[in-house]
């Protein structure tokens, strides 16, 4: 009985696939998961395959009774008329066959749905940048059909042009990340590129001498060691090239550390300016630090990884160090003039400021102040405390320094006290100097009555009293 029925079923279709043509072309990939829309009908039944031996795979009627093929290659299932399929196979991809009827005779409805293969294909998995990357994206085309529309997106989700399914390109920075492989303007196939760099970093970095010193270099989360060293991995190292004025060796590029690739991951130092690598480099960080930073920090320093290829990718970090100087020094007398000057030691750009900001007692306004050099006419004690510097680009703040000054009042307690003792000083010594006087004169006076005491002495000669 189900024999009679398919044999004039199948002849329908046949024919009307030769008049209209009427197939759904669907497009995936091997293992992914395809949806076939039925549409709704009280009889449905879902087949495999265009002649009269095909596969039922799966049927439903409007009294509840549904049914799905006992065959484990196949894992389907039901979501009212339409049909599921996952984790689709190699030999899974063909016509199938939805038919549909309202009263379960001879008025049934049939769709057919071409499921076609689309495999991509990839020349590696890891790059670097400049190496070659080819990318294929196939249609099997059934015979008869026309070749669909195939081309790529890029991970910035950019059509790439002149490509019709297969790419060839130099490797860059951006090509990171999932790239598309797009059917009919509507399917796609994704593929994983993944490109090893250091990852992005600012390309200036603001201290001051009163902030800590951080310079970042990391390798992003996406990639691994492992990928490193798949790719030949040589040397890891930082350097770093003064800025002139702020080292005598300034023409010198000097290696600071360098990583031993050898299990464990060891840091050793070339140069030692106290900075501090990340403790644990297998976590991806590479970072240098160190509590303070110095006006010698001034300069570049440059993180690189050099691959076995000659590739080198590197990260350069320009270290700007705000610093706060007082030509007088830091402790002066009261009354004099003081000029402090604000500097990384290099020109400011035009969207970037500086701030003066003085100690709260000060009758100098914060306001008032935003060049380089400050002077502070008779500076009073008033004036003692910290006066710190910020250096802004816009509305943010890049750094800050501090410079702390002592005002000394003209007539200290210290000076008083120097004074008066000098003065008491000088006035025991006075004393004393009358006391030997007067002792000096009583003595020659009884010398002198000793010698002689006749009431009429005579001139010359000697004779008894």
């Given at each position: ?47 495999f395959g265009e002649t009269e031996n095909t596969n039922q795979l799966a049927w439903r ?354 000076m008083l006290v120097t004074i008066c003792s000098a003065a008491v000083i000088l006035i ?38």
């Open positions: 009985m189900m024999e009679n029925f398919i044999k004039p079923f199948f002849i329908l279709y046949a024919v009307l696939m030769s008049v209209t043509g009427a197939e759904e072309m669907i497009y995936a990939q091997v293992g992914e998961s395809v949806t076939l829309k039925g549409i709704q009908q009280k009889y449905t039944y879902w087949y009627n409007h009294l509840g009774g549904y049914g799905v093929t006992q065959d484990k290659t196949w894992k389907v299932s039901l979501s009212g008329d339409s049909l599921i399929i996952n984790d689709l196979q190699d030999e899974q991809f063909g016509t199938f066959l939805f038919k549909g009827s309202a009263t379960g005779q001879s008025d049934f409805k049939v769709t057919a749905y071409k499921v076609i293969k689309v495999k991509v294909m990839k020349s590696d998995s890891v790059f670097l940048p400049g190496e070659s990357l080819t990318l294929g994206c196939l249609v099997e085309t059934p015979q008869g059909q026309m070749k669909p529309d195939v081309h790529w997106l890029n991970p910035q989700r950019v059509r790439v042009k002149n490509n019709k399914g297969t790419l060839d390109k130099t490797v860059e920075i951006q090509d990171n990340g999932s790239w598309s492989c797009v059917v009919q303007n509507e399917n796609k196939a994704q593929v994983s590129v993944t490109v090893v760099d250091l990852a992005p970093s600012p390309e200036r970095h603001y201290t001051s001498t009163d902030s800590p010193l951080t310079i970042p270099c990391s390798i992003p989360s996406y990639i691994s060691w492992d990928h490193i060293k798949q790719k030949g991995i040589q040397e890891v190292q930082w350097h770093f090239s003064p800025k002139p004025s702020s080292s005598p060796t300034s023409d010198e590029r000097l290696r600071l550390l360098h990583l031993s690739l050898e299990s464990p991951l060891t840091w050793k130092i070339d140069q030692d300016k106290n900075l501090m690598p990340a403790s644990d480099a297998t976590k991806r960080n590479l970072s240098l630090s160190r509590n303070r930073a110095r006006v010698e920090d001034r300069g570049d320093f440059t993180c690189s990884m050099t691959f076995k290829n000659g590739v080198t990718l590197s990260r350069t970090v320009h270290v700007q160090v705000l610093q706060i100087t007082s030509f007088a020094g830091t402790e002066i007398p009261s009354g004099q003039t003081v000029n402090l000057s604000c500097s990384t030691g290099e020109p400011l750009t035009s969207d970037m400021q500086l701030k003066w900001f003085p100690p709260e007692q000060s009758s100098m306004m914060k306001s008032d102040h935003h060049g380089g050099h400050l002077s502070i006419k008779e500076a009073s004690t008033a004036d003692s405390g910290k006066w710190r510097c910020e250096l802004w680009r816009r509305n943010e703040k890049l750094a800050s320094a501090v410079l702390g000054l002592k005002i000394e009042p003209i007539l200290s307690v210290w025991l010594l006075l004393v004393l100097t009358f006391i030997l006087c007067r002792r000096s004169q009583r003595k020659t006076r009884n010398f002198r009555h000793r010698l002689c005491q006749c009431r009429n002495p005579k001139p010359k000669g000697f004779y008894r009293t």
